[in-house]
Every structure is written in structure tokens, then in C-alpha cells.
């Protein structure tokens, strides 16, 4: 269902392209990459289990108008899905512009995982940057549809604060996160336990981009550190999950 779901997003971005398209003049093109890292990461809570992932994604754009798909193996079976490893297929429409130095975006993206569809759940978000020093940028996800599972409910607002740089040849960025969680009385605990709002990770990241023929190699490195606070336990929760100080080592290709 998910899959049908999902490409019937993309085929619906696809019409908006060609009317565009057909109204400006203007080439679609049409970009990908493939990359592995030693682990998934996703807003502070490893994917994998700590385990490898392939992930890769295409995407078609015109304009300021885009619309892709992104892959990754995510968590391992552990006995339940019919013990297959569960796949994410993130399916994203965006169109992004800019108004002198301010930079300005807002899309949609349904979140998809092939075997587990209790997990689907799809957020819409807006963001804005500046074209200045340490290049500040601010974006705003709001869930949009529950998911069946108490993971993501509908009202879910995460925000990326981010900052950007180069030095010694290398891409520096560094990501501050903030939560806001639906509040929910049934299926989530209240506040003080593992779905307190707050402060909740800070990511930072190096890259580098090396041309080989007409392909670019990325080696890229970020560290994700939980910002959640203490449950009684002692450990830190996001998404009612147990989240760690966390590496990621990766390199992608793009085409």
C-alpha cells in the first residue's frame, strides 16, 4: 500500500513538471546518488540497530520545483515482519526560490517503510536561509497524519536550527534540534518521561566533495549528540526511543 501511496505522489509531481515545463521552457533534470554509511541515523536514534545502510536517491527538478525519492535499509527484523529488514522510501515534493540574499523552500514528505506500513506517516515543511555569514538557516516539520503506531502523531513539530561553513577543504555544518510532541493522553506518557518537549539533538557534520570524472565521491563524518533530557532511568528518549551519543561515517556518489 505504502508503495502505490508513494508513487502516486511521484506521478503526480511528474504532471506538475511537464505543465510546468511546458509553460517555461524549461529542462527537467535529473540527479541521483548511492552512498553507504556505518549506520542510519535519523533525528538523533540509529536506524540500524548500529548496523550498515545503502542509501541512495533520484530526483527530478525544474525550476524551483522538485520531487524525489530516498532509500535506506532501516531497522533489522528482530523476528517481526515476516523476518525481513524493514526499507524506508521517503517520497518528497518541494519547490524552493529565493529573494535576494533569503533563500526560501516548503514541500511535503511522506515517510514509507516497506513491511512495516503501521510506521507510514507524511509531514509538510517550510524553511528559510541566509546567504551570509555561517550561512543561518531555520526549517520547521509538522506531522501531518498519524502514523498507526505512536511514533509520530499528527502535530509533531520538530525545528532545525543549522549553521554552515568551509574550512581546511571541508564542508562544516552544525544542526541544533527542537521538539514539540503532540500531546496524546492514550497511546504517550505525559510530560517527564520520554516525550518531553525541548531541546532534543545537536548534530555536526564535516564533508568533502572530490570530482572523479564526471561523477562527485563525498567521505562524510557527523557526529549526533542527544540533547533530550534525562528520563528517571537515566537514559535520553526521542520518539520514545533510547537515544546515544551516536557516529556516522559514510561516502556517497552522485551522478
Given at each position: 500500500?505504502?508503495?502505490?501511496?508513494?508513487?502516486?505522489?511521484?506521478?503526480?509531481?511528474?504532471?506538475?513538471?511537464?505543465?510546468?515545463?511546458?509553460?517555461?521552457?524549461?529542462?527537467?533534470?535529473?540527479?541521483?546518488?548511492?552512498?553507504?554509511?556505518?549506520?542510519?541515523?535519523?533525528?538523533?536514534?540509529?536506524?540500524?540497530?548500529?548496523?550498515?545502510?545503502?542509501?541512495?536517491?533520484?530526483?527530478?527538478?525544474?525550476?524551483?520545483?522538485?520531487?524525489?525519492?530516498?532509500?535506506?535499509?532501516?531497522?533489522?527484523?528482530?523476528g517481526n515482519y515476516g523476518g525481513r529488514d524493514v526499507v524506508e522510501f521517503d517520497w518528497t515534493v518541494d519547490y524552493s526560490g529565493s529573494a535576494?540574499?533569503?533563500?526560501?523552500?516548503?514541500?511535503?514528505?511522506?515517510?514509507?517503510?516497506?513491511?512495516?506500513?503501521?510506521?507510514?506517516?507524511?509531514?509538510?515543511?517550510?524553511?528559510?536561509?541566509?546567504?551570509?555569514?555561517?550561512?543561518?538557516?531555520?526549517?520547521?516539520?509538522?506531522?501531518?497524519?498519524?502514523?498507526?503506531?505512536?511514533?509520530?502523531?499528527?502535530?509533531?513539530?520538530?525545528?532545525?536550527?543549522?549553521?554552515?561553513?568551509?574550512?581546511?577543504?571541508?564542508?562544516?555544518?552544525?544542526?541544533?534540534?527542537?521538539?514539540?510532541?503532540?500531546?496524546?493522553?492514550?497511546?504517550?506518557?505525559?510530560?517527564?518521561?520520554?516525550?518531553?518537549?525541548?531541546?532534543?539533538?545537536?548534530?555536526?557534520?564535516?564533508?568533502?566533495?572530490?570530482?572523479?570524472?564526471?561523477?562527485?565521491v563525498t567521505p562524510s563524518f557527523t557526529v549526533s549528540v542527544p540533547l533530550a533530557s534525562e528520563a528517571a532511568d537515566g537514559n535520553r528518549y526521542?520518539?520514545?526511543?533510547?537515544?546515544?551519543?551516536?557516529?556516522?561515517?559514510?561516502?556517497?556518489?552522485?551522478?
Amino acid at each position: 500500500m505504502q508503495l502505490k501511496q508513494g508513487l502516486a505522489a511521484l506521478a503526480l509531481a511528474a504532471t506538475v513538471f511537464s505543465a510546468s515545463a511546458a509553460a517555461q521552457a524549461a529542462e527537467i533534470e535529473v540527479g541521483g546518488d548511492i552512498g553507504v554509511v556505518n549506520q542510519y541515523v535519523w533525528r538523533g536514534v540509529s536506524q540500524t540497530a548500529g548496523g550498515p545502510a545503502v542509501q541512495g536517491d533520484l530526483g527530478l527538478s525544474t525550476g524551483g520545483l522538485s520531487a524525489g525519492i530516498w532509500f535506506s535499509n532501516a531497522y533489522p527484523s528482530g523476528g517481526n515482519y515476516g523476518g525481513r529488514d524493514v526499507v524506508e522510501f521517503d517520497w518528497t515534493v518541494d519547490y524552493s526560490g529565493s529573494a535576494g540574499d533569503l533563500g526560501y523552500s516548503v514541500g511535503t514528505i511522506y515517510y514509507s517503510y516497506l513491511y512495516d506500513g503501521l510506521s507510514n506517516f507524511n509531514e509538510v515543511y517550510a524553511g528559510v536561509s541566509y546567504d551570509g555569514p555561517l550561512a543561518p538557516s531555520l526549517t520547521v516539520y509538522y506531522t501531518v497524519t498519524d502514523g498507526a503506531v505512536a511514533f509520530y502523531k499528527k502535530g509533531d513539530i520538530w525545528v532545525d536550527l543549522g549553521v554552515s561553513g568551509a574550512a581546511l577543504g571541508a564542508d562544516l555544518s552544525a544542526t541544533l534540534s527542537y521538539v514539540s510532541w503532540a500531546s496524546d493522553s492514550v497511546n504517550r506518557p505525559t510530560v517527564g518521561t520520554s516525550y518531553e518537549d525541548g531541546l532534543s539533538v545537536l548534530a555536526l557534520g564535516a564533508s568533502k566533495d572530490v570530482e572523479v570524472g564526471d561523477l562527485t565521491v563525498t567521505p562524510s563524518f557527523t557526529v549526533s549528540v542527544p540533547l533530550a533530557s534525562e528520563a528517571a532511568d537515566g537514559n535520553r528518549y526521542i520518539y520514545n526511543t533510547q537515544s546515544e551519543v551516536e557516529v556516522v561515517a559514510g561516502l556517497n556518489v552522485a551522478f
